[in-house]
């Protein structure tokens, strides 16, 4: 078909695009220009005779030239995104566009091909042409104050919206691009307004989840009424659910907006619904168990996120990611060696994920397996470059095994790399393990200093302060000091069973002793797991009491729960009542 039969066509009305977003287009020409002279066509609407003359006006001329121009212009642009030229694919869309201002299809098509060039300002005064047309319809309008939004043109964003939503009232571009503009400058009742607005508007179930889904970005901007907002959403997701929708793409956009509307259990009741009736279409099976997973956590379901993942694993054993998830899930479950077993597959199927073999090594360390993890972080050292997580977990693992010497070493080695490379990795909580590991070596200089510098970063770090004001009352030194530290740490945590004994015990190094039994009798009240070191203090303040059959009962309970010579010792001694 020539160009010339292409343009008696668009002058029919089979233009370029169809409603399905299909196009028509002519091959790629130059911009044709039609001669002067009369010409003959068929075809035409109102209908003319065959092979009559019609003599066109020069407004229709010039509109057909506009038309044809753009046409050779389109097609031109499709050419060279076909030959791999995008840039020069844009130019010819955009020349296109502005051809033939009033083919809205073509408008829109290169505002947004401008937009995603990050091309704003030409979009806007690309598409202003269109939008200054009279019978511009309302997406125009919408796409035109999106872009002012874009660009912080607010107020003709704003008056964009309005026209969007007067001339398509049933369309919630308009809404949508007023709604943003508000929320950008925290004006939630206005949003609300037009939230209103839109809401009473009749409109089908693609209307009504578009909604919700609007309601939902809302609500992300922090609005000071989330519960009415997601009131609201479930009951725009109830009318949609009247409906009874039985596509596939609309019911998991219900479960989306139940979920994000804080209704776990109608998300998952739909999503559920839908596993069974489709659980021979693998993709979509798969797709579906993802959803419910993310939804059962956000309702903090994990027992049920994990039976979908292992439902996953069931149909994919070779699936690492199934096996991490399942292995972090697990490790907030307390589950350790659960986790650890999960962790570990995820490593063997996939030994490049360097993340799994740290989150293996804590699993294997909160299990009490120690020694299981130093050889998990051997196997990391092998494969990796050294790096700061690598040796942070190191000396935990040989805090664990209560080999001190070698945790400093990997401590130190950790706080060097975060010196030279990763400064903001030098936390209080570094130091702290730091200072412990030389209060454990014996070098009390060393520690004080580790314990003042992550006391320094946070003057609320509890266990800094209880540690620091313990090891002084152990060796009985700055008493005073350590009293005031911890003041500090029982004003942040006052329940705390090894504060309280702390505090007790730099009573008993005072010499305060019924304040030092108040404490500490408090912190065998409060303390959650036997401990040996606290029945110890007990009975050494109840001696010094001389108030020795106590002594003796609280040093035996001291034994039972962790032998030791010295306690034993002190038992065996103590002089009869």
Partial sequence: ??????????????LLFMSDGCSRRPAAKSATVLP?????????????KENEIVELTPEQREAL????????????????????????????????????????????DATRRLMMADRLEEARELLSKTASLTNASGDVHAQLGWICLQLGRKAEAL?????????APGNLSGYRTLVAAYVQDKKFKEAAQILAQACRQKGDVFYLLDLVELHGQYLQAGPDNPEQIK?????????????????????LKMADGYAAAGDTRKAAELLLEMQERHAGIPELRDAIRAKLTAIYLQGKERKKAMEQLEAVIKDYPLN????????????????????????????????QFEPAYYDTAAAQMNANRADDALKTLERARQRFAPNFTLEYYTGLAYTRNKQYTEALKAFTAAEVIARSSSPERLTPSLYFQIGACYERVKNYDEAERFFQKAIEMDPQFAEALNYLGYMWAERNVNLDKAKELLERALKIEPKNAAFLDSMGWIYYRLGQLSKALQYVSEAVKLSTEPDATLHDHLGDIYAALKQWDKAREAWRKAIEIEPNDEIKKKLETAPAQ
């Fill in 65 to 108: 030239n506009a038309r044809a121009e753009a046409l050779a212009r389109f097609s031109l642009g499709l050419s060279r995104e076909l030959e791999g030229n995008p840039l020069e694919a844009l130019e010819e869309f955009k020349l296109a566009a502005m051809a033939d201002p009033s083919n809205e299809e073509l408008a829109l």
């Fill in 1 to 14: 078909m020539s160009v010339r039969s292409l343009l008696l066509l668009a002058m029919a009305g089979g």
């Fill in 36 to 48: 002067d002279k009369a010409w003959t066509r068929q075809n035409l609407n109102p209908p003319f």
């Fill in 159 to 167: 008056a964009q919206g309005r026209l969007a939503i007067a001339k």
């Fill in 320 to 351: 690492p990611q199934a096996y991490y998830y399942l292995g972090g899930l697990a490790f907030e479950e307390k589950e350790f060696n659960k986790a650890a077993e999960y962790l570990g597959k995820t490593i063997m199927l996939n030994p």
């Fill in 231 to 251: 009131q609201t959403m479930r009951t725009l997701l109830e009318q949609a659910r009247s409906l009874k929708p039985d596509n596939v793409g609309l019911i």
